[in-house]
């Protein structure tokens, strides 16, 4: 096929649909071919894209935010959720266990980073 859209582009009129496509062929050729010399990297974004999903849809809420603090509050604690999802744990669970070790100002808090955290 990369070969078929070399030959051909220039054959084709880049503004009609055809010419589009092979355009955007060429322009991310190199993205395919890393993909399919290793196999480990992932052909989509889907779990990135699902998790930035609750911030699309709430964008207009956070418009409005009351104060610039508030907002950062927000933001940090939508971090903290979404690296808690993204690790595989509880949310619930994860937060309870966070605000009991925080109630005892302890002197480190590596342990509660969510690639840290050990779930009971």
């Not at 930035?52 to 104060?67: D, E, M, R, Y």
Request: glycine residues 6%.
């Amino acid at each position: 096929l990369h070969g078929w859209v070399i030959d051909n582009r220039g054959k084709v009129p880049p503004k009609t649909k055809l010419g589009e496509a092979m355009t955007y062929w060429c322009n991310q050729a190199h993205k395919l071919t890393t993909y399919l010399k290793d196999g480990r990297i992932k052909i989509n974004n889907n779990r990135v894209e699902r998790a930035v999903k609750p911030f699309v849809i709430g964008q207009k809420n956070w418009l409005f935010s009351n104060t610039p603090r508030g907002a950062t509050s927000s933001a940090i604690l939508y971090n903290i959720i979404e690296s808690a999802r993204a690790n595989g744990l509880l949310v619930d669970n994860y937060l309870q266990t966070c605000l009991e070790e925080l109630a005892k100002k302890p002197e480190t808090l590596t342990h509660l980073l969510p690639w840290n955290f050990k779930q009971s």
